[in-house]
């Protein structure tokens, strides 16, 4: 089993950064990548970027260029740091740790972008 808390959600104007924290504990060696995920209301949950144990990272496109994602799986710590934050990122983050059994999720951060 593996445990995700996330942190550094809340309220930010457009325009702003926020950045996130996710540490794993429990079965941690059994994690192979990690990564976050965000959902808005209405919508479905989509993948915003992640990174392997060797380092590799990838993005949506929606988070290029603004999104950064970094930490250390071997370390089970993962960050996603948001610049030019818009109404449109507004959503609830989850960070999410892959295994070879099985994905886990955290219970989510909400971010909020106002104009």
């Known amino acids: 089993q593996v445990q995700l808390v996330e942190s550094g959600g809340g309220l930010v104007q457009a325009g702003g950064s926020l950045r996130l924290s996710c540490a794993a504990s429990?079965?941690?060696?059994?994690?192979?990548?990690m990564g976050w995920y965000r959902q808005a209301p209405g919508k479905q949950r989509e993948l915003i970027a992640a990174?392997?144990?060797?380092?590799?990272?990838t993005y949506d496109d929606s988070a290029q260029g603004r999104f950064t994602i970094s930490g250390d799986v071997a370390k089970s710590t993962v960050y996603l740091q948001m610049y030019s934050l818009q109404p449109e990122d507004t959503a609830v983050y989850y960070c999410?740790?892959?295994?070879?059994?099985?994905?886990?999720w955290g219970q989510g951060t909400q971010v909020t972008v106002s104009l």
């Open positions: 999410a740790a892959v295994t070879s059994g099985r994905d886990y």
């Open positions: 429990g079965s941690i060696f059994s994690i192979n990548a």
């Open positions: 990174i392997t144990s060797d380092g590799s990272t």
